[in-house]
């Protein structure tokens, strides 16, 4: 027995636009409210005429009836979240007015070794339309064959057969590289980084002072999330929001320090560090953005704004003094007995300090009896405020889901020939993929990818529609010193796109020579200007010009014009012009 139909899974979110993601995620909330609503009447049509009415009222300009409603809901329940979306004026982008053999015409003129402008090939276009497809005239105008040789032309394939091969090699295929070099819990948090003052041991023998990077929750002044590192970093934000996140939810907003560690354009954005020269300019979707979080920056020297660093005073003075080698945060703390058990090698390694520093957190600091401003709450402990107080806990749909929302991402790039660069520490990672690299090259996108993992990057277009994942690519980067097989492999994969764009140019002529032969410019304009001067014989053929001036080479000699009419009047007797001629000579001269 067939059960009923399940529908098909929804379209991913990353194949939207980031205006489109905002545009289901309202009509998927009216769609719950609207089943909300009417499910406590009976009469369901005078419940969906009423939240109509009142759905007008608080969404002004939004276009909606029970018709718009109900395709909305069957939107909904089908899973297609593609019809939840304005797609008026999308179905004819990418479209074209010019009719097809015209322009594969058009193609067979620009992509020619010659180099014709493109004004040059429309005219060339013209004139093969005037002698095979008259019909096909007037043609769409001159700017939109340009507009369409821009977007729709591959470089690589424009420049093979417009430049040759080599060009083609040197400019866009991948090239060898040799290397040289109100408030509830988790509706507010706040981030920064503390110093520990307690000296410590790394692997080498150094002795060093180690940071916390944590997000604390206002409500319940409990840390959700923190991690001991060597030196602050974005990435040491995001590890301790990951684990924040994991464990607590997402909050709705977070306080950030102003430090470059939050600043960075990919994490929370610029802040107070935007420059007036970077306004305007694209920035892809910050992580605490794509996450949904509101991000504030507090103002410079605020230190009211910073509860957290209230909290680290507790951390000092509750947790590093636990330890003996304790330094204090001035020369006046620092312990008399500070410089012995330093000699004696009483320091505590990072490993163990840092193990230490996650359960005292989790199990003693958050323990603690809470003492905000919030009486009632006084005397519990500050992790059970945190439970008695959420009201809602935000969580990703699962771990694949977050570690995608907290990729780093890179800023604006082209794909080049090499297909898209990672910078690393200084060091260029280079993601390519063949196909992605001849339909998209001189194109602008950004990067997002796990720092944690480079093996592969996820590329978007600036309006943050996700394209693909490209594998990472050094196959064609060398080694100074490369072997011959190396090398040979780096040829194999120009070979192969060579190979590949080769067949693309011949796609684009392929038709219309096959069906009408090759038509050369040079034997359409010759035609042309052939009848041109035909046309220009017979009209000359029948002119009549009123005045004709006679001219001699005897510079003394003037010029005498020579009238006659039209109706054949007032015509010249040559016999007596003659007859004068001879007498005024003597008659010894012709």
């Not at 304790?326 to 007995?337: A, D, N």
């Not at 405020?385 to 809602?392: G, I, N, S, Y």
Request: aromatic letters at 10%.
């Amino acid at each position: 027995m067939g059960g009923a139909l399940t529908p098909p899974p929804a379209e991913p979110l990353d194949h939207f636009t980031a205006a489109e993601r905002q545009e289901i995620g309202f009509w998927l909330k009216a769609v719950e409210d609207w089943q909300t609503y009417r499910n406590q009447y009976s009469d369901k049509a005078a419940a969906d005429e009423a939240f109509v009415a009142q759905f007008k009222l608080d969404h002004a300009g939004v276009d909606i009836s029970r018709q718009i409603l109900y395709r909305r809901g069957r939107a909904v329940k089908d899973n297609n979240l593609r019809a939840l979306t304005d797609s008026r004026g999308k179905t004819r982008k990418g479209s074209s007015k010019i009719d097809e053999t015209a322009w594969e015409a058009f193609l067979s003129f620009y992509l020619d070794y010659r180099k014709f402008s493109v004004k040059e090939c429309y005219r060339f276009t013209e004139l093969w339309a005037e002698e095979d497809f008259p019909d096909l005239l007037p043609l769409p105008s001159y700017t939109t064959f340009y507009r369409r040789v821009t977007n729709d032309v591959q470089k690589a394939v424009a420049t093979l057969a417009r430049d040759g091969n080599k060009k083609m090699t040197d400019r866009c295929a991948p090239y060898i590289r040799r290397e040289y070099e109100n408030m509830a819990s988790n509706d507010c948090w706040f981030a920064d980084n503390h110093t520990f003052d307690v000296i410590t041991e790394g692997d080498g023998g150094s002795r060093h002072r180690l940071y916390l990077t944590a997000f604390f929750d206002a409500r319940s002044q409990i840390f959700v999330g923190a991690y001991v590192t060597e030196a602050p970093s974005s990435q040491a934000t995001l590890i301790a929001l990951r684990r924040a996140i994991l464990k607590y939810g997402i909050p709705k907003q977070v306080w950030l320090d102003n430090g470059h560690e939050f600043t960075a354009f990919d994490v929370g954005g610029p802040g107070h560090h935007a420059k007036k020269s970077q306004r305007g300019q694209f920035a892809p979707p910050p992580i605490f953005q794509r996450l949904g979080i509101k991000v504030i920056h507090a103002k410079v020297r605020n230190a009211r704004a910073k509860t957290i660093e209230r909290a680290f005073l507790d951390v000092k003075n509750q947790i590093s003094r636990l330890f003996e080698t304790f330094c204090g945060g001035t020369v006046l703390e620092k312990p008399e007995m500070l410089k012995t058990k330093l000699k004696n090698g009483h320091v505590v390694l990072d490993g163990d300090f840092t193990a230490s520093i996650e359960t005292l957190l989790e199990g003693w600091f958050n323990e603690r009896e809470y003492g905000g401003a919030v009486i009632e709450d006084r005397g519990k402990p500050c992790i059970e405020v945190w439970h008695d107080r959420l009201q809602e806990k935000r969580v990703p749909a699962d771990e694949e889901q977050l570690n995608l929302m907290l990729m780093r991402s890179t800023r604006k790039q082209k794909v080049k020939r090499e297909g898209v660069r990672l910078l690393i520490h200084g060091k260029p990672l280079w993601y390519y993929d063949m196909d992605f690299v001849l339909e998209n090259q001189g194109k602008e996108v950004y990067l997002r990818y796990d720092p944690t993992s480079l093996k592969d990057v996820r590329v978007y277009t600036l309006e943050d529609k996700f394209i693909c994942t490209l594998p990472a690519f050094d196959e064609v980067v060398l080694k100074y010193d490369a072997s011959a097989d190396d090398i040979g492999r780096a040829m194999a994969i120009q070979k192969r796109y060579e190979k590949a764009v080769k067949s693309a140019l011949e796609s684009k002529t392929a038709k219309i020579i096959d069906t009408y032969g090759k038509r050369d410019a040079f034997d359409l304009v010759l035609a042309k200007a052939r009848r041109n001067q035909q046309a220009r014989i017979v009209s000359q053929d029948d002119s009549d010009p009123k005045l004709v001036r006679l001219v001699y080479a005897d510079e003394d000699m003037e010029e005498t014009p020579l009238l006659r009419a039209a109706n054949g009047e007032n015509t010249i007797d040559y016999d007596k012009l003659l007859r004068n001629c001879a007498k005024n000579h003597g008659g010894a001269e012709e």
